[in-house]
């Protein structure tokens, strides 16, 4: 009877060294599984970033081109009206001198009409 004893209890440790290889291959199975996840999961965040960024450029090359011409628009106003304002002051520039310069030298001293002179008592 004990080496039918034995021979069972042989039997029960093969069969949970047999379990444990199962288990432990299925450990290993699944850790496989999660890094080869994570890797594609990766990959795909990788490839929509790469997609928004060409939308956005694309968007952005879309939009700033209308942006370049307006700059260049309102750059080209300002010149001209630099130049309307350099041409007016050249040809009323002596005069406007003149004026400034008559209006600071000859004071003329006027009373205004709201004081009321003193009167005499």
């Given at each position: 009877m004990?080496?039918?004893?034995?021979k069972g209890i042989q039997t029960l440790l093969d069969a949970e060294r047999e379990a444990q290889k199962i288990v432990q291959k299925a450990r290993e199975y699944r850790t496989k599984r999660v890094k080869d996840a994570r890797s594609e999961a990766q990959k795909e965040i990788e490839e929509y970033r790469k997609q928004k960024d060409?939308?956005?450029k694309k968007y952005?090359?879309?939009h700033s081109s209308g942006n370049k011409k307006a700059e260049e628009?309102?750059?080209r106003d300002a010149e001209e009206k630099v130049q309307e304002i350099k041409k007016a002051g050249g040809k009323?520039?002596?005069k406007v001198i003149e004026?400034?310069?008559k209006a600071v030298t000859e004071i003329q001293l006027e009373v205004p009409d709201r004081i009321v002179a003193p009167k005499d008592s």
């Open positions: 004990s080496a039918q004893n034995s060409e939308e956005f952005e090359k879309e628009d309102a750059t009323a520039g002596d004026d400034l310069l």
